[in-house]
Each structure stands twice: as structure tokens, then as C-alpha cells.
């Protein structure tokens, strides 16, 4: 037993074990105290001394732990009969795979992470916002649309399927673009820039034109929203300036009736877009 028990026929102490098993000197105390590895007492010289047994047995439970069963369970497994063991395992797989799974799908939601807006909004809203910035609208307005779809989204799906084609539609108008760009400019422009009435009146314009086809056509944005969800909306509209403010206030100067394409007044440029 020379080759167990080195230059001693007295046992092993704790650092051989450990070596012969491949773990620490601390996971051995530490299985020690979850009751896994019994403790021998110590000899005259002060020293524990472990078996062949225990060697075999400590391999048992790294492998255990290794394959990722839980120290809880590995005690009632080293003690259970052959079928009872397989058993366990096959359970202990099932459910490692389960975690496995978990794993899989959190590993892919946050690969998701590098995709932006696709995390947070449909892939029609994302492909929305896409459109937005390749006719050059800016980052701030793309940004603020993108967090007023995700709560009509969150609260409103049905509403907000119905308004996410109509605005798809709109944007395919040159028109409306050129009203939306314009607006989205007119962010950092002074609140009496003579130009903002020239640009409410168009989106007025617009907007009007578009309702009437609505109405002949029995088509377009859906103008019946839920009161309490409006009302949300309009306290999310996100960023605003003194330009928009100033466009808003004249459109309600112009015509204190229409309603907005969205059917949801806004602060910001969406008061006179689709």
C-alpha cells in the first residue's frame, strides 16, 4: 500500500488526500462540514489520518460535484442502491439540462442586448425606426418615438398594431416625410421663429387631407382610444423644446378640434404626425 499510504502505513494526512483526489485542502473541511466525508479522529501525533476508502469516496464526491449535482443531494446519492442512484441521476440530468436551457435562452437575450431597439419593441416597430433614421431623422426624435412604442405596445397592442400601419403608411408619403423632417429640425428652433407657423399650418393641412381620405376610403389611423391610455400617452411624450411647445400651442389655436393622427395630443412633433 506504499503507493496509497506513502512512506506511512498510518494513513494519509488531509494534504495527501486532497492530492490523491484532485481538490483542496479546503473543499476536504469543507465536505467534512456539510457531512459528506466523515472526519477521523486524530492519532498520538496530532494528525488525522484518512484511508484508501476515504480517497475512493472524496473521488466520488468531486466527480458528483463536478457534474453539477448539488452537495444537498450527493450524500443520499453515495448511499444509494445501484438503481436508486441511476435513478437520482437521470432526475439530476433532466434538471441540468433544464438549466441548461435557461442558460441558452439568457446567453441569446443578451446577444439581444447588441440589437437596440429590437430588444424593447416589435420587429415592425424596429423596422420602423429604421426607416426613420435612413430618411435622416435624428437620433433624439428616433429615440423618443421608440419609447412612446414601447409603452403603446406594453398597454395598447391592439391599438398600437392598428397606428404602427398607419404611420408606415404615412411615412411612404413624400409629403408627410418632409412635414415629419421638418418638425424634427424644428426641435432647436427659437419659439418665435416665423417658420413655425408656416410649419403648423402645413402639418394642419396634411393632416386634414388625410382625414378626409380616411373617411371616403373607411381607412386610416384609428381614432378611438382609451381615454386612461391617452391620457398616459400624453404624460410619456418625451423630450420637448420651445419650438414644439410653441407648434402645439398654435395648432390648438388653428383648430381646437382636430384630432391627431395618433388620436393622443402631444407636446412633441407626433401633435401633427400620423
Not at 485542502?25 to 479522529?41: C, F, Q, S
Not at 452537495?71 to 432526475?91: K, M, N, Q, T
Not at 421608440?146 to 391592439?158: C, E, G, N, T
Not at 395618433?262 to 401633435?271: A, L, W
Request: glycine share 6%; net charge neutral.
Amino acid at each position: 500500500m506504499h503507493g496509497v499510504y506513502g512512506d506511512s502505513a498510518k494513513g494519509l494526512t488531509i494534504g495527501q488526500l486532497a492530492a490523491y483526489a484532485g481538490v483542496t485542502i479546503k473543499a476536504v473541511r469543507h465536505y467534512h462540514r456539510r457531512g459528506l466525508l466523515p472526519e477521523p479522529p486524530r492519532d498520538a501525533s496530532g494528525y488525522r489520518r484518512y484511508t484508501a476508502e476515504d480517497a475512493i469516496a472524496l473521488v466520488k464526491i468531486r466527480t458528483l460535484a463536478e457534474a453539477g449535482v448539488p452537495l444537498a443531494r450527493i450524500g443520499s446519492l453515495l448511499a444509494a442502491e445501484p438503481a436508486e442512484f441511476a435513478a437520482r441521476i437521470d432526475e439530476i440530468d433532466r434538471k441540468l439540462q433544464q438549466r441548461v436551457e435557461e442558460l441558452h435562452r439568457t446567453r441569446e437575450r443578451i446577444a439581444h442586448l447588441s440589437a437596440g431597439d429590437r430588444l424593447f419593441v416589435s420587429e415592425e416597430v424596429a423596422d420602423f425606426l429604421d426607416r426613420l433614421r435612413q430618411f435622416g431623422v435624428s437620433q433624439r426624435t428616433v429615440q423618443m418615438e421608440r419609447d412612446l412604442w414601447i409603452l403603446m405596445q406594453s398597454v395598447a397592442p391592439a391599438e398600437a398594431a392598428i397606428w404602427l400601419a398607419d404611420k408606415r403608411e404615412a411615412l411612404a408619403d413624400p409629403e408627410f416625410r418632409a412635414i415629419y423632417l421638418e418638425y424634427d429640425a424644428a426641435f432647436a428652433w427659437p419659439p418665435d421663429d416665423p417658420r413655425l407657423k408656416g410649419l403648423a399650418e402645413r402639418g394642419r393641412s396634411w393632416l386634414t387631407r388625410r382625414l378626409a381620405l380616411a373617411e371616403v376610403g373607411d381607412r386610416g389611423p384609428a381614432r378611438s382610444t382609451n381615454q386612461s391610455v391617452a391620457r398616459l400617452f400624453a404624460t410619456s411624450s418625451g423630450a420637448s423644446s420651445p419650438a414644439w411647445d410653441r407648434l402645439a400651442e398654435i395648432a390648438r389655436q388653428t383648430d381646437n378640434t382636430a384630432p391627431t393622427v395618433s388620436g393622443i395630443e402631444s407636446s412633441g412633433p407626433d401633435s401633427n404626425r400620423s
